[in-house]
């Protein structure tokens, strides 16, 4: 089965700088990447997609990059503001199939 | 988006008791929902998929007897967890897809259970 991998479990920045979390799958039949965010106590909510057919994607301060071919995707946040702090969880699927999520990244935005 | 509402938002239950929670699509018909743990500080475990009008699907390590699932209707599926422990409070989460649109998962508000 698929297995995601999420790196750093924990990102600790300055207000206003960047913030970069990783991901590695390793179906390569994946074709679906979100990201969700969860604020503490609360529902995992998708920040933004991806799929297999396209290299990057950008959503005001957030974008999210894939490579195909080194199994990888990444979540790229700008001007990180305090309300950014969450945890953030990459997952990966093939289509409508069950999604399997990473480990999660504590973010912590410092104002 | 869909909306998926889920009921209660907390429980506290005695060891031993049983506690339900209910997992409701508000504004389309799951066929389909999925059931997640959620330790503090952890990524969200699959326990199973709900089926609507067939048996639940379990991952492997869970155990079907101590945590029912029913998904008697479109919009609705449960959660039993029997004769709960205090190895068993967690945080459980239910999500859905809106079928036929797309590969978002919504998720439920979640369900913070604690066992004493």
């Known amino acids: 089965g698929e297995n995601v991998e999420q790196h750093p479990s924990t990102l600790s920045v300055q207000e206003g700088d960047s913030a970069v979390i990783k991901c590695t799958y390793s179906?390569?039949?994946?074709?679906?990447f979100p990201w969700y965010k969860q604020e503490l106590g609360k529902r995992p909510q998708l920040i933004i997609d991806?799929?297999?057919?396209?290299g990057e994607k950008k959503d005001q301060r957030i974008a999210v990059t894939l490579n195909k071919t080194a199994k990888h995707f990444s979540l790229h946040i700008t001007e990180t503001q305090p309300e950014d702090s969450a945890v953030y969880f990459c997952?990966?699927?093939?289509?409508?199939?069950?999604?399997?999520f990473g480990r999660g990244t504590s973010l912590i935005v410092h104002p | 988006g869909a909306v998926v509402s889920q009921h209660p938002s907390w429980v506290i239950c005695k060891s031993g008791t049983s506690v339900k929670i209910e997992c409701r699509s508000l504004d389309f018909q799951a066929t389909t929902m999925f059931w997640y743990r959620q330790f503090p500080k952890q990524s969200l475990m699959l326990m199973a998929t709900s089926n609507e009008g067939s048996k639940a699907t379990y991952e492997q390590g869970v155990e079907k007897d101590k945590f029912l699932i029913n998904h008697a209707s479109l919009t609705l599926s449960t959660l039993t967890v029997t004769s709960a422990h205090p190895e068993d409070s967690s945080f459980y989460i239910c999500?859905?897809?809106?079928?036929?649109?797309?590969?978002?998962?919504?998720f439920g508000q979640g369900t913070r259970l604690t066992v004493v």
């Open positions: 179906d390569s039949a994946s074709n679906y």
């Open positions: 997952a990966a699927s093939v289509g409508s199939y069950i999604p399997t």
């Open positions: 999500s859905a897809r809106v079928p036929g649109v797309g590969t978002e998962a919504f």
């Open positions: 991806i799929r297999s057919n396209v």
